[in-house]
Every structure is written in structure tokens, then in C-alpha cells.
């Protein structure tokens, strides 16, 4: 068999270039990061990050969460990657609402005891389902009152106990689980919301405000 | 400022908490609804310096978790 040198040379080349490539592939991922990386801010005290992990239309951007965008049909979720073990805690969120205000629907805070499953949020389900164990604050417009935007907060063990049974917190917008909130376009607002042990407090923060008040 | 009991039969020690933050848009009545929703900042404060995740935090209860600070690092600051 005559063998060509020349050939295995450049044979050689080759499976060397490829196996470079290989070899420098996850140098290269490092570099750049990947699609799937979890979002983190987490620079200040912790030694394992705590993340939000985008999931649907919500993405990360440098400053800021995209929660969701004006595309019909679609939706964008955060979510905690780990969970929480304990319900003292106090959640702030700044947000903007980029949409017109009388066509928009707005955004829930989610606190569930069950692990998430993805097609909830698709099919938006979360606070209305039979096993739904958690705490729901919403902050959305009220078409059947004026387009008038509310804070409410809802708590249940399921659609029943959530919206039967008047003990429970909240059976749909009441004046014990709700506050209007005036929601302008593209200018910052804000809701805190406080869980301890016993209670639940939100409190907002409106256009051109600095600081939280009574909601 | 709103106070509600917190009715929760399943409050006991250890129990987890997930927290996701969502927005769908939809239809209401016939009309598609949307909403164009950008978060500047969600921040998770801690009441008890015991809860908070990592022990290496001696006075920063509070902590800051994602910020509007322009600038910073982001992704997977491990």
C-alpha cells in the first residue's frame, strides 16, 4: 500500500486544528457566557449567586429585566432560582410600564410553596388553580372599574378557598385586599411588599415618587 | 399601609418559598391586551440576618440582589 505522506500531513493538520477547536471550546463559552445562564446581580454578599431565571418573553438586558413585551399572546417570567426558607422576607420591585396604561394588563408577584411548573405561566394560571398553595399580589388595571389600576393581594389554597370562602384573604377586589395605584407610561413605580409571619403589608410607590407609602 | 392576616396553615419552619414575577398578555373580552413591563429593580430584603441564604453576611441584612446600578456585571456572577 503506498501511503501519501503529504496527505497524512495535511490529514494531521486538520485533526489537530479540530481537536484545538475542541479544546478551546469551553474557554470560549466562559468568555462570552451562555444563552442559558441565570441572570445575577448578586455583587454584594453572598458566596453562591442568587439569580432570576428568565423564562418565555422576559430577558435580561444590561440594567434593567424585560419582563414582558407588547406581543399578543405571549407572556415573561422571573424566577427566583432558589427557593426561599423563610417568609420573613420584604420584596421591592421598581417597575415601568412602557404600554398604554388603559390597554394594559400588568404583572403578578408570586409566592408558592410548590415548585413551578413552566406551562403555569404560559397558560397563566397561577392563584386560580385547584392546588395553588401561595400568595398572589397583583398589580393590573381593572376594566370593569374604570381601567383603574389596583394593587391586590390574594392568598388561598386553591380557586375555592381563594375566591368562596369570604375568611379567606381576598375573594376577588375588595377594599381589604386592594389599593388604586396611579400607573403612568414609561415612568417608574414601585411596590413593596412585606411577608412576616402573620401578615402581609404592601405599600407603593407612584410616578415621581422616592419612597414607599400605606398602600 | 396594608396589613393582612397572613392565613397560611402551612407556615412551618424549613417550608419553601418560590418567588416569580410574571406578566401575560391576553385577551379581555375580544381585545388583546398588552403589556410592555420593564423591571428596574427587584430587591430581596431579609428580616432576620438568620434567613439570609449565606452565612458570610455580618451586617448586610439587607441584600441586594438585583439593581438598576448601570454598570454592574451581569450573568452568573459565580
Redesign the interface.
Same mark, same amino acid.
Given at each position: 500500500m503506498v501511503v501519501d505522506l503529504s496527505k497524512i500531513n495535511n490529514m494531521a493538520k486538520y485533526i489537530l486544528a479540530a481537536l484545538a477547536a475542541v479544546v478551546s471550546l469551553p474557554n470560549a463559552a466562559e468568555a462570552k457566557?451562555t444563552p442559558m445562564?441565570?441572570?445575577?446581580?448578586?455583587?454584594? *454578599? %453572598?458566596?453562591?449567586?442568587?439569580?432570576?431565571t428568565t423564562m418565555q418573553n422576559a430577558v *435580561?438586558l %444590561?440594567?434593567?429585566?424585560?419582563?414582558?413585551? *407588547?406581543?399578543?399572546?405571549?407572556?415573561?417570567?422571573?424566577?427566583?432560582e432558589?427557593?426561599?426558607?423563610?417568609?420573613?422576607?420584604?420584596?421591592?420591585?421598581?417597575?415601568?410600564? @412602557?404600554?398604554n396604561p388603559d390597554?394594559?394588563?400588568?404583572?403578578?408577584?408570586?409566592?408558592?410553596?410548590?415548585?413551578?411548573n413552566t406551562h403555569e405561566?404560559e397558560e397563566?394560571h397561577?392563584g386560580y388553580r385547584s392546588d395553588y398553595?401561595?400568595?398572589g399580589v397583583y398589580v393590573f388595571?381593572s376594566?370593569t372599574r374604570q381601567n383603574k389600576w389596583y394593587?391586590m393581594?390574594l392568598?388561598g389554597?386553591g380557586a375555592k378557598s381563594v375566591f368562596k370562602q369570604p375568611? @379567606?384573604?381576598?375573594s376577588g377586589l375588595t377594599s381589604? @385586599?386592594?389599593?388604586l395605584i396611579d400607573v403612568k407610561d414609561h415612568e417608574?413605580m414601585g411596590v413593596r411588599i412585606?411577608?412576616?409571619?402573620?401578615?402581609?403589608?404592601?405599600?407603593i410607590e407612584g410616578p415621581g415618587e422616592y419612597s414607599f407609602k400605606?398602600? | 399601609m396594608r396589613r393582612q392576616k397572613n392565613r397560611d396553615t402551612k407556615s412551618e419552619e424549613n417550608e419553601k418559598t418560590y418567588v416569580a414575577i410574571t406578566s401575560k398578555n391576553g385577551l379581555e373580552g375580544k381585545t388583546q391586551v398588552m403589556s410592555d413591563i420593564d423591571l428596574n429593580a427587584v430587591k430581596i430584603s431579609f428580616l432576620n440576618e438568620s434567613d439570609v441564604p449565606e452565612a458570610n453576611v455580618n451586617e448586610a441584612v439587607r441584600v441586594q440582589m438585583l439593581s438598576a446600578k448601570k454598570g454592574t456585571d451581569k450573568g452568573g456572577a459565580k
Amino acid at each position: 500500500m503506498v501511503v501519501d505522506l503529504s496527505k497524512i500531513n495535511n490529514m494531521a493538520k486538520y485533526i489537530l486544528a479540530a481537536l484545538a477547536a475542541v479544546v478551546s471550546l469551553p474557554n470560549a463559552a466562559e468568555a462570552k457566557g451562555t444563552p442559558m445562564e441565570n441572570y445575577s446581580f448578586d455583587y454584594s *454578599a %453572598h458566596q453562591l449567586p442568587i439569580g432570576w431565571t428568565t423564562m418565555q418573553n422576559a430577558v *435580561a438586558l %444590561h440594567d434593567f429585566m424585560k419582563l414582558n413585551s *407588547a406581543v399578543e399572546g405571549r407572556g415573561g417570567t422571573i424566577l427566583l432560582e432558589r427557593p426561599l426558607f423563610t417568609k420573613e422576607i420584604e420584596l421591592d420591585i421598581e417597575f415601568q410600564l @412602557n404600554s398604554n396604561p388603559d390597554t394594559s394588563r400588568g404583572f403578578e408577584v408570586i409566592f408558592n410553596q410548590n415548585f413551578y411548573n413552566t406551562h403555569e405561566f404560559e397558560e397563566a394560571h397561577f392563584g386560580y388553580r385547584s392546588d395553588y398553595e401561595g400568595i398572589g399580589v397583583y398589580v393590573f388595571r381593572s376594566n370593569t372599574r374604570q381601567n383603574k389600576w389596583y394593587v391586590m393581594t390574594l392568598q388561598g389554597n386553591g380557586a375555592k378557598s381563594v375566591f368562596k370562602q369570604p375568611k @379567606n384573604m381576598g375573594s376577588g377586589l375588595t377594599s381589604q @385586599n386592594s389599593c388604586l395605584i396611579d400607573v403612568k407610561d414609561h415612568e417608574r413605580m414601585g411596590v413593596r411588599i412585606t411577608l412576616t409571619k402573620n401578615e402581609i403589608i404592601t405599600e407603593i410607590e407612584g410616578p415621581g415618587e422616592y419612597s414607599f407609602k400605606a398602600c | 399601609m396594608r396589613r393582612q392576616k397572613n392565613r397560611d396553615t402551612k407556615s412551618e419552619e424549613n417550608e419553601k418559598t418560590y418567588v416569580a414575577i410574571t406578566s401575560k398578555n391576553g385577551l379581555e373580552g375580544k381585545t388583546q391586551v398588552m403589556s410592555d413591563i420593564d423591571l428596574n429593580a427587584v430587591k430581596i430584603s431579609f428580616l432576620n440576618e438568620s434567613d439570609v441564604p449565606e452565612a458570610n453576611v455580618n451586617e448586610a441584612v439587607r441584600v441586594q440582589m438585583l439593581s438598576a446600578k448601570k454598570g454592574t456585571d451581569k450573568g452568573g456572577a459565580k
